[in-house]
């Protein structure tokens, strides 16, 4: 396979496509780098496939579609039929410094069922990853429907480990009208379960810190070992479990909000007196989701976010980058309006161990 470079995407007809393959129905399709002339079949295909219900309006305004497309950070895979150039849908990897993120895939209905949503995911994911743009990436992530087992299985080839399971994650629903304010997010229409996963690339091994602080609490434990058995350079790593009383003062903390998703995440060690006025000045969004860093000063965090009624919902490799040491965290979440009792799930058998554990804390 020929990773073929955006700069030199239009200088000769057989440098288009950097793969090409056959799908079941013998036809053979091509997978091409996006350009602003494909947003407005793009809009289309995201129409017929979601309505108007996308979690991201900007696919519906084919100007701001335009801009995504010539984003020299974004890298925008198009699948085509060679034989006549009909698009059958995309996807994008976007770079953001040492992380990207992999999305907004949509494939056309009269294609889906024929392969070609796994061929498009998987080889664009795969072939766009080792362009040298990419060189510094130390992890790519992406999200996927709970009850779609397909793109788990395409996400999965390509490397990826599921690490969360987040209830209600993903709200669908009309948001053309919707206008952002800064505290009132799009309200919950439609909602479903979804996994995280992430492909973990060599570098960020080498710059993980080995040294995992955890609170001395089983789901705690269980997710940590459920990470550890899918990546054995966790097998070195020194585990050291405390109680929720270690500096208890300490405080550091960021804070970030999508309102298109009503979701807040929280990032850091936050005190109680903190965590109360988040709780209170956030009531009325959907999901908190709280990344505790797996280091001494966050045992504290840990035991208070489950005092507040915090579950655990999954662990996250070396998400924390404090001084180019890369640290795990612990994902938690809190629902201030919103009841998750049951969601849907069709998963692999790889996820299997964490959707018990998410229902089994659910519905407890």
Known sequence: MRTVSKKYLLLQEDSLYFQKFIAKNGEEYGIRFGTPNDAEIMSTIFKEVYGYNYDNPMVYDINLFKQELANKNNFWFIGEVIKNREITGGGVIEKKRYIAHAGKAVVRKKFQGLGVTAKIGAAGIISVTKMPQFKDILRLDTETRAPEIRVQKLI??????????????????????????????????????????????????????????????????????????????????????????????????????????????????????????????????????????????????MSLALDKGFKIVGYDIGFNNINWTLIDSVILAYYPKYKCEDFEVDCTDTAIPIVKKIKELFLS
């Not at 903190?274 to 009325?284: G, I």
């Open 156 to 301: 999965q080839k390509a490397g990826a480990l599921p690490y969360a399971l987040i209830p209600a994650y993903i709200n669908f629903g009309d948001r053309r009208n919707y206008e952002i304010d800064d505290n009132t997010p799009f309200l919950p229409k439609r909602v479903e379960a979804a996994f995280l996963y992430s492909i973990i690339f060599r570098g960020l091994w080498k710059k993980r810190e080995k040294q995992v602080f955890l609170l001395d609490n089983e789901d705690f434990i269980y997710f940590y070992n459920f990470i550890k058995r899918m990546s054995n350079k966790m097998n070195n790593d020194e585990l050291i479990l405390e109680n929720g009383k270690l500096n208890r003062d300490y405080e550091l903390y960021g804070v970030s909000k999508n309102h298109f998703e009503g979701l807040v995440n929280l990032y850091g060690y936050i005190k109680e007196k903190s965590l109360k006025n988040l709780l209170k000045t956030y009531c009325n969004w959907r999901i908190i989701l709280w990344r505790i860093p797996t280091t001494k000063n966050g045992i504290s965090s």
